[in-house]
T-cell receptor
């Protein structure tokens, strides 16, 4: 398996524009997590899904952020409109919470810069 | 999830054992101790986890005290490639409370 795949790896956009980050989890995994990392706040959990259903979105900073998981192999994190303070590295992770398999696998991240 | 406390930074000479401590004095009986690390610019990487017994795998060893209020991650022969931020996390293993909450971690610098 190629692991968790995120795209794009880098995104530069202007303030006010819509940004969509994409994630393909590892096949067979039933949990998907979206994290944001900044120097000031470290790694923050934004939202996670179980079997494509959002379970906890309490980390989503505000209504400008939305996440979807239309099927088991794809998820998006959308920011509309984007602001400079959204600049961060966004990580997607997946895991299978079966017996003996409880580690989460992270993608390489998307570095977002909003100017 | 129980809160963890880790030193902000540590140094280790290459080839020596790196011992990274973690305090989790409020850990519950059904919470596991997990360790992840993050090498610069990469996503976090799972290292090891345990409940109450010591654990060992190809990457590291995990020593959990008998009262489970603290643990130590041991990298037996640290290399320069082990330079990273190491996160200690405690959480319930499965079910709806399955999220990973990262603290500030320990920045390990392995030197020649």
């Amino acid at each position: 398996d190629a692991g968790v795949i995120q795209s794009p790896r880098h995104e530069v956009t202007e303030m006010g524009q819509e940004v969509t980050l994409r994630c393909k989890p590892i096949s067979g995994h039933d949990y998907l997590f979206w994290y944001r990392q900044t120097m000031m706040r470290g790694l923050e959990l934004l939202i996670y899904f179980n079997n494509n259903v959002p379970i906890d979105d309490s980390g989503m900073p505000e209504d400008r952020f939305s996440a979807k998981m239309p099927n088991a192999s794809f998820s998006t994190l959308k920011i509309q409109p984007s602001e400079p303070r959204d600049s961060a590295v966004y990580f997607c992770a997946s895991s299978f919470l079966g017996i003996g398999n409880t580690e989460a696998f992270f993608g390489q991240g998307t570095r977002l810069t909003v100017v | 999830d129980a809160k963890t406390t880790q030193p902000p930074s540590m140094d280790c000479a290459e080839g020596r054992a790196a011992n990274l401590p973690c305090n989790h004095s409020t850990i519950s009986g059904n919470e596991y101790v997990y360790w992840y690390r993050q090498i610069h610019s990469q996503g976090p990487q799972y290292i090891i986890h345990g409940l109450k017994n010591n654990e060992t795998n190809e990457m590291a060893s995990l020593i959990i005290t008998e009262d489970r209020k603290s643990s130590t991650l041991i990298l037996p022969h640290a290399t320069l490639r082990d330079t990273a931020v190491y996160y200690c996390i405690v959480r319930v293993r499965a079910g709806t409370a399955s999220k990973l909450t990262f603290g500030t971690g320990t920045r390990l610098q392995v030197t020649l």
